[in-house]
């Protein structure tokens, strides 16, 4: 069998002029810009994933009396240490999305006035699963101590 890419005219010639050849085969190629795009894709879906890819563990520590909150994102862990004195309040906010849907935030605020976490657009919980965990912290952690 011949083989000629799609520029190879004499390739074409030489099978005509050969009747003992069953067949020809002609390659065009034009993958080239596959690749290119396909990198451009590979690379963008990446980077979104990598924005998108954060964990937040919030540790409850009664034996240190402490709040440790690990914000973790692609092999880089941030990690703040509050004491449990500190602590004002943990409540379930509510809010609505640009769209005007209703949702709620668990959300720790400080004595200072400071809160903590960042507010996470999604409906994955429900309300009452929110709540749940707010009561199921407020009784591990205990009467948080009064304002002084």
């Given at each position: 069998?011949?083989?000629?890419v799609s520029?190879?005219?004499s390739a074409?010639?030489?099978?005509?002029?050969?009747?003992?050849?069953?067949?020809?085969?002609?390659?065009?190629?034009?993958?080239?810009?596959?690749?290119?795009?396909?990198?451009?894709?590979?690379?963008?879906?990446?980077?979104?994933?990598?924005?998108?890819?954060?964990?937040?563990?919030?540790?409850?520590d009664r034996?240190?009396?402490?709040?440790?909150?690990?914000?973790?994102?692609?092999?880089?862990?941030?990690?703040?240490?509050?004491?449990?004195?500190?602590?004002?309040?943990?409540?379930?906010?509510?809010?609505?999305?640009?769209?005007?849907?209703?949702?709620?935030?668990?959300?720790?605020?400080?004595?200072?006035?400071?809160?903590?976490?960042?507010?996470?657009?999604?409906?994955?919980?429900?309300?009452?699963?929110?709540?749940?965990?707010?009561?199921?912290?407020?009784?591990?952690?205990?009467?948080?101590?009064?304002?002084?």
């Amino acid at each position: 069998m011949a083989k000629a890419v799609s520029n190879a005219n004499s390739a074409k010639l030489k099978f005509i002029a050969d009747p003992n050849q069953a067949a020809l085969q002609i390659a065009i190629n034009n993958r080239w810009w596959t690749y290119p795009l396909g990198g451009v894709f590979a690379l963008g879906g990446l980077g979104f994933w990598a924005t998108l890819y954060r964990q937040t563990l919030y540790r409850f520590d009664r034996t240190f009396g402490q709040l440790i909150i690990e914000r973790h994102n692609l092999g880089r862990v941030r990690r703040n240490t509050y004491s449990l004195s500190s602590l004002q309040a943990l409540v379930l906010e509510e809010s609505t999305t640009g769209d005007g849907d209703p949702v709620t935030h668990v959300a720790i605020f400080l004595r200072d006035g400071t809160r903590l976490g960042r507010k996470a657009y999604d409906n994955y919980y429900s309300r009452a699963e929110r709540a749940a965990v707010i009561q199921q912290v407020n009784t591990f952690v205990g009467p948080l101590p009064p304002s002084p």
